[in-house]
């Protein structure tokens, strides 16, 4: 059980007017529990947390792109989650189920200024979101493995009790890795990532643009030398090819990131 006070304060805000003083309280309450065998286990929380407006959310024009909003209103989190933990000598199974609901949640809104088009942010009324995520790790034989997965639903809810779309929230998004030994002490490692359908609010269409699925592979080597007397010192040489396919994965509407790249890094400590 735990219980928190946040307060924050803006006495000096220039030429924008002050939020004064804000308080709020927000708690915890969970439990862990073992099922009749040590490799089960049990666990579920409630929990209620605050968050003030940054000021940067609240002051800042951002070079232009934003209309600022000191009237901003502080966020409040309700949530809950329950799940169990497997743990076997092959495998670690966590299964957790969530739902959260955000008082006030702050969003990106497409307006139109004197200026042109520009984002504000905004309170949404209210986040309704609900899913589940599975992360699992194993072995099989010399192969290592993990991976994880989310499924998810949401959505912003209008005081009227109607829905609307967010922006960067996908349905389903997963990674998957794996990792093999080969000769000469090498480790090859391959890695996938997908993420869902999306969207991102852009200005210029004054509303949410949609974003395609993505997928993004990634294949490495790696190495670990041992330095010094009896290996006191550890030296990691690292060869990957990020993107092996050359995908397009935007981060942001119009941000994509790096396209197929290969790296080499090398760690010592």
Not at 8 to 27: C, F, H, I, N, V
Not at 40 to 64: C, D, I, M, N, V
Not at 97 to 123: C, D, H, M, W
């Amino acid at each position: 059980v735990g219980l928190s006070l946040d307060g924050a304060d803006t006495p000096e805000s220039g030429d924008k007017p002050s939020l004064g003083s804000l308080m709020d309280w927000g708690g915890r309450v969970g439990f862990t529990t073992l099922a009749g065998r040590e490799s089960l286990l049990f666990h579920g929380s409630l929990s209620r947390r605050t968050r003030f407006p940054a000021l940067r959310e609240l002051y800042s024009g951002a070079l232009g792109r934003f209309v600022p909003n000191p009237e901003l209103q502080p966020e409040d989190l309700t949530g809950g989650e329950f799940g169990f933990t497997l743990t076997e000598p092959w495998i670690e199974l966590q299964t957790v189920g969530f739902y959260q609901s955000l008082a006030n949640g702050i969003v990106r809104a497409s307006v139109s200024t004197p200026e042109g088009k520009k984002y504000k942010r905004v309170n949404q009324d209210r986040i309704r979101s609900f899913g589940l995520e599975i992360l699992a790790s194993g072995e099989m034989g010399a192969l290592g493995w993990a991976g994880d997965i989310t499924f998810q639903q949401a959505r912003g809810i209008n005081p009227d009790g109607s829905e609307v779309e967010l922006e960067y929230e996908p349905g389903i998004a997963g990674k998957l890795s794996a990792f093999f030994p080969l000769p000469l002490e090498l480790n090859a490692i391959a890695s996938g990532r997908f993420m869902g359908e999306q969207s991102c609010q852009n200005p210029e269409m004054g509303g949410l643009q949609p974003l395609n699925a993505s997928q993004h592979l990634d294949l490495g080597l790696r190495r670990l030398f041992s330095i010094g007397t009896q290996g006191a010192g550890r030296v990691e040489a690292a060869m990957s090819l990020d993107n092996v396919t050359d995908s397009l994965v935007l981060d942001q509407c119009g941000l994509p990131q790096p396209g197929r790249t290969l790296r080499f890094q090398v760690r010592v400590w």
